[in-house]
Structure formats: C-alpha cells, structure tokens
C-alpha cells in the first residue's frame, strides 16, 4: 500500500507528463510561450 504521495502511481504519471510537456514548450517562441493559459 502506497504511505506517501510519491508511491502513487497517478502521482508518478502526472510529474513525468510535465516534466515532458515542459520539456516540449521550453523552445516555444516568447510570445507563445504561455498562450495555452489564455
């Protein structure tokens, strides 16, 4: 049984999804940098 946040299988996805969409939008151009928040 998982006894803290990091054991969480979701919790491991999520921190690979941003690691790997900040990885993706890190080159974005300045002025799309944060558009997806708009």
Known sequence: MATGLENL????L??????????LT???PLDEKYRSVD
Not at 14 to 23: C, N, P, S, T
């Open 26 to 28: 890190k080159n974005f």
């Open 9 to 12: 299988k979701i919790y491991t």
């Open 14 to 23: 999520a921190k690979q999804l941003e690691l790997k969409v900040f990885e």
